[in-house]
């Protein structure tokens, strides 16, 4: 995967997603850093907020189907599907930003 660099847009970097779950990054902070560096944060972090997302979309089939079987009435299945509505909204909207730092994905 390939990251832009915050400080300066010109120059990126790779990321690898190593077997065992941990990753490299090309840059200075991650060679010479003894912590995570930021790029390799908000990948994490993207992940994270796509795990979320995908509960989310499971919790919105669930509550299709309760309201199709008739386990919901419609004043709560509204108010459901408002609140997950909501959170993916929310969520999609902290996914574009994270993925903007994002050039290639692989
Ligand atoms: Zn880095």
Redesign the pocket.
Known sequence: MK?KSMTNPDRE?E?IKRRDGTYY???L??KYGTKE????KNVKKLDELRQDRRVILDNLVEIYNGFLLDALDYNEYEILITKEHENLKRINKRIELLKNNIIQEE
């Open positions: 990251v970097y990321i990054c090309s840059c902070s991650f560096c930021k790029h390799i």
